[in-house]
């Protein structure tokens, strides 16, 4: 079993910066994949941002060259760093890991951008 717990959403102007951060605890052993999803009210969720165990990267490309995915494997911790925010940015964030039987999700963190 993984834990996946996220933090570091809020309130920011357009154009302002945030970082999420999502600390697993559990096996995480056999997990080849970590992402970031969001999900905005009324739309789907959407895949954001991934990374893989050999550190290719992978990015939507609403957000290319504004946010930046990274792992530290010493803390067990995702980060995702969003520049640049815009008002469609605002949306529910959640961190989503894959193993090989099975996927885990983060409760969320709620990211809002005003104008």
């Known amino acids: 079993q993984v834990q996946l717990v996220e933090s570091g959403g809020g309130l920011v102007q357009t154009g302002g910066s945030l970082r999420l951060s999502c600390v697993a605890s559990?096996?995480?052993?056999?997990?080849?994949?970590r992402d970031w999803y969001r999900q905005a009210p009324g739309k789907r969720r959407e895949l954001v941002a991934g990374?893989?165990?050999?550190?290719?990267?992978t990015y939507a490309d609403s957000v290319k060259g504004r946010f930046t995915i990274s792992r530290d494997n010493a803390k067990n911790t995702v980060y995702l760093q969003m520049n640049s925010l815009k008002p469609e940015d605002t949306a529910v964030y959640s961190c989503?890991?894959?193993?090989?039987?099975?996927?885990?999700w983060g409760q969320g963190t709620q990211v809002t951008v005003s104008t």
């Open positions: 989503h890991y894959r193993s090989s039987s099975r996927e885990y």
């Open positions: 559990g096996s995480t052993f056999s997990v080849y994949s």
């Open positions: 990374i893989t165990n050999g550190g290719t990267t």
